[in-house]
């Protein structure tokens, strides 16, 4: 078989640049696929972060000239491509600009982010015509890089140099759609999807929603687990595209994310205090003992060590916990500790700061992302909450999962993909599942936690089937590397483009 030629185009990609669940899955997800009779490369922008000391580059092509003289008369906006080659032989394609990538610590935030990722989306396409190395199918991912099929299937549709190229739009999360709330845009600067995609100086160009682009042109779109593939063609699920996903359901999968086993794996983790594994949890105590002195909280190996590691954001039901004060109920009727690690809204910020002032001892925040502390927190606590409003996959529960900490999820997309509900008698489960967006339901959940974590016998068997559960990439590359291979056999046929 044709070595399969794949480029993942996405705005984060670990390890150059993290900001959250993309960044981690365009690390792992291409090295899975890799090998496997696939040629995967990356592409990305060269932010001011990215660390050329530790990820040697040299230049791939020059001068690349994406707007008109008249756009930009000073060249402001020429690209440049770098390419990095990695230990294990990856090819990861940098987008250089010094007004737009350069010049920004950041990855997200700008003022004219919408521009910037037109400009990326237009350069790597550019690049693409202009390198001997052309994709048979490129995996666009969120909305940042929906500009990509929707530049293929109409400015470029005659182009030759494009024509064998096919594209999936992989949706990470549909809330996101552009530099607007698409709850609340009118009806009047809502983007149809179907006009031009202005000049990159319009101002018109903040009003362009990728996300409706991306779904609306692409010859096949993914979302990041199966439950949620079935959500977003609801409209309680559906962020005001599900209408445009129902028509286009025929070509819509549910392909779950998996983690990267030598990253997360206890018994070779350089960061955690002492190694382990299932058959050695002894060891793990050691882990609980250092975490309680990292955050400063008593080592009392038997006190319920529960934690909350993420982005402190709405769409992780971190209201749960605020509401009907169910946190703090829970911290005055309950023997346990409370740690959370994570960045993000100011207000749950306040609200972790607050806690943590109001019950010193047993709750303790540390609110700033950090690459190592997430491992050290799964190695150390008993248990972990994702209560999430929704959630396209969730890693964080299977993170933990892996290295024996206990989640206690809401059953919505990828978390009810990935955990099952305890049920001491039929000895199943992986963790504790509560299913309405209530605080009561999750109060339950987290009581029926607490008081299964006082029979240690039925507990250990809890984890060692958390442990044992396979999250492993395999089986999900394989399903990425049949559909680009499914939709790259669609060669020289007419892409059948949706008109929503
Ligand atoms: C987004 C989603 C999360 C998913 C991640 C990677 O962050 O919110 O559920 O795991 O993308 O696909």
């Known amino acids: 078989m044709r070595a399969l030629k794949v480029l993942f185009v996405g705005v984060e990609v670990g390890p150059f640049v993290k900001v959250g ?22 592409i990305v922008p060269k932010y001011a972060s990215v660390d050329t000391a530790t990820f040697p580059m040299r230049s791939e092509i020059q001068k690349l000239h994406v707007a008109s003289k008249e756009e930009d008369p000073h060249g402001l906006l020429v690209t440049n491509i770098l390419r990095h080659t990695g230990k294990d032989k990856a090819i990861t394609y940098f987008v250089e600009n010094m007004e737009c990538f350069e010049k920004r610590a950041n990855v997200y935030g700008y003022a004219d982010d919408t521009m910037r990722w037109v400009l990326f989306s ?20 969120d909305w940042e890089a929906g500009f ?35 709850a609340f845009v009118s009806e009047l600067d809502t983007d149809s999807g179907q006009g031009p995609i202005p000049g990159l100086f319009s101002p018109e160009i903040k009003k362009l929603n990728g996300m409706r682009r991306g779904i609306l042109y692409a010859d096949a779109i993914v979302t990041v687990s199966p439950t949620y593939a079935q959500e977003i063609v609801k409209p309680e699920y559906g962020e005001k595209l599900d209408a445009l996903l129902q028509d286009r359901r025929m070509d819509v999968y549910g392909i779950l994310n998996g983690i990267d086993y030598d ?11 002492e190694r382990y594994t299932y058959r050695t949890l002894a060891s793990r ?7 309680q002195e990292h955050f400063g909280l008593p080592k009392s190996p038997n006190t319920m060590l529960m934690s909350y590691v993420g982005r402190l954001d709405e769409q992780k039901g971190l209201s749960l916990l605020e509401s009907n004060n169910t946190i703090r109920s829970l911290l005055d009727n309950l023997d346990f500790q409370f740690v959370v690690a994570g960045a993000g809204e100011k207000r749950f ?85 509560f299913e309405k967006f209530d605080p009561n339901a999750l109060l339950i959940a987290i009581v029926r936690a607490y008081e299964s974590y006082r029979n240690k016998k039925e507990w250990r068997k809890l984890m060692h089937r958390a442990m044992n559960a396979d999250f492993s990439w ?8 049949a559909l680009c291979r499914k939709i790259a056999e669609k060669r020289g046929e007419k892409g059948e483009n949706s008109s929503g």
């Open 349 to 433: 910020k306040i609200f972790f700061k607050d806690l943590e002032a109001a019950y010193p001892g047993r709750v303790a925040a540390q609110l700033e992302y950090s690459e190592k502390l997430p491992r050290m927190i799964f190695a150390g606590s008993d248990a972990v909450l994702v209560p999430s409003r929704f959630e396209p996959s969730g890693l964080v529960q299977m993170e933990a999962m892996r290295y024996g900490a206990i989640p206690i999820v809401r059953k919505t997309g990828g978390l009810a993909d990935t955990v099952t509900d305890f049920h001491p008698e039929k000895k199943e489960g992986t963790g504790f599942v």
């Open 285 to 291: 105590a050691v882990n609980k003992a250092a975490l």
């Open 21 to 42: 669940g993309l960044g981690e899955v365009l690390r792992s997800l291409p090295k899975a696929m890799r090998g496997r009779q696939c040629d995967v490369r990356t």
């Open 122 to 141: 237009r350069t790597t396409i550019e690049f693409i015509r202009r390198s001997k190395w052309k994709p048979d199918c490129i995996i666009a991912n």
């Open 263 to 273: 990253t997360f794996n206890p018994e070779t983790d350089s960061d955690i205090a």
């Open 148 to 182: 990509i099929p929707n530049l293929l299937k109409t400015e470029f549709q005659d182009d030759p140099a494009l024509s064998n190229v096919r594209t999936i739009f992989c949706i990470h999360n549909l809330r996101n759609q552009g530099m607007f709330d698409a």
């Open 474 to 481: 395999k089986k999900s590359a394989r399903d990425y590397i």
